[in-house]
């Protein structure tokens, strides 16, 4: 990378702290301030910083507008797929990813699944509504929405009782929700079907916002509940993998990685 470039790339991260003037500029590059003014004045003609009447620079907004473009151009899909298929790879357990559609009647959706080599396996399909109030997937959707919004979901949900595990009402699916957002992961043990257990994790945008969810998931002839909730610590890293791939930064390590069983 040339010089000029890697100096102008340079500026970008020091104006994401807050703005600072020519002077501050030119101490963080160690330049003299024709140069750092050099630098500054091309990247503000491409609308990448913007000075303020106070003579200070801060980040543009044609910076954002790239930014929140690249975002939406990616497929989340496309990237964790080769993730899920070495999961499955390695567990050998039907593995999904879904995400929440608040304005397709409040849905979580299976986006994609790589299925079990097992011969027993449970049915799914790409594109079908899950178990809202029971399956991992989306308690780790909906537990990410702001307070207020997920108690108006859940009051509105209906809690049909698939299993005698199945969630039974709105404030037991809340006291779940809460506990779910806390430790970073969920489970279903037996509550849309009691044969099938899963465990999932979140997969996050680059504001830590949960974008996705992917899970494991296994026949209780397959594998106990225990057995499942063993592989939460790769299934978390998997997680974390994707989510990093997706916002272009580097893994962060999950944390509470307890592997004490969640409430059904």
């Not at 849309?192 to 296994?218: K, Q, T, Y």
Request: glycine share 4%; with cysteine; aromatic share 6%.
């Amino acid at each position: 990378m040339s010089q000029t470039v890697d100096r102008a790339l340079s500026i970008l991260p020091l104006l994401a702290e807050g703005p600072a003037n020519l002077e501050q500029v030119a101490s963080r590059l160690q330049v003299h301030k024709s140069t750092a003014l050099r630098l500054l004045r091309t990247l503000h003609e491409h609308g990448m910083v913007y000075r303020q009447p106070d003579q200070r620079y801060r980040l543009g907004a044609r910076l954002f507008a790239l930014a929140q473009q690249a975002m939406e151009s990616l497929d989340i899909r496309d990237i964790a797929h080769p993730h899920l298929a070495e999961l499955n790879a390695a567990c050998g357990h039907t593995v999904h990813l879904a995400v929440y559609e608040e304005y397709a009647e409040d849905q979580v959706l299976y986006i994609d699944k790589v299925e079990s080599r097992y011969p027993v396996r449970m049915y799914s399909r790409i594109g079908k509504p899950v178990a809202i109030t029971v399956a991992a997937v989306a308690k780790l959707l909906l537990a990410d929405l702001p307070e207020p919004e997920r108690r108006a979901v859940a009051e509105r949900l209906d809690y049909p009782r698939y299993t005698p595990r199945s969630t039974p009402d709105a404030a037991a699916f809340l006291a779940e929700l809460a506990k779910v957002r806390e430790q970073g992961w969920a489970t279903d043990f037996g509550g849309h079907e009691e044969s099938i257990n899963c465990v999932a994790a979140p997969i996050r945008g680059a504001d830590g916002r949960v974008v996705a969810a992917m899970s494991v998931s296994a026949p209780n002839v397959v594998v106990s509940a225990d057995e499942l909730l063993a592989l939460l610590p790769r299934l978390r890293r998997t997680a974390e993998a994707i989510s990093a791939e997706y916002t272009g930064q580097p893994p962060i390590p999950p944390t509470g990685t307890t592997s004490k069983r969640a409430a059904p």
